[in-house]
């Protein structure tokens, strides 16, 4: 429990220092003067046209796909399970 109070207050202790260090150095956000603010646009010529370019591309048709056909011959009769039968030599 203490380590964690220790991190949490070293962690607090860094920010305010970089803080500080920011508003030191002036990166922090000035407040803007409300007369500042103002913004006054000049009638100038209208904006060119903007510049269209199209492109075209060829794309090559997908290959058909080969027809594969596949074939399976069932036997007639069925025994259930004769793999074992024959294997041991065994004749009782």
């Known amino acids: 429990m203490f380590n964690r109070l220790a991190l949490f207050a070293a962690s607090l202790a860094a920010a305010g220092v970089l803080a500080a260090g920011l508003a030191f150095v002036g990166l922090a956000p000035a407040p803007v003067p409300a007369a500042d603010s103002t913004i006054t646009i000049q009638a100038t010529d209208a904006p060119p046209a903007p510049i269209t370019q199209v492109d075209t591309v060829y794309i090559a048709?997908?290959?058909?796909?080969?027809?594969?056909?596949?074939?399976?011959?069932?036997?007639?009769?069925?025994?259930?399970?004769?793999?074992?039968?024959?294997?041991?030599?065994?004749?009782?």
């Open 61 to 92: 048709p997908q290959a058909t796909p080969a027809e594969v056909v596949v074939t399976q011959v069932v036997p007639a009769e069925h025994h259930g399970d004769d793999e074992d039968e024959h294997e041991g030599g065994d004749d009782d």
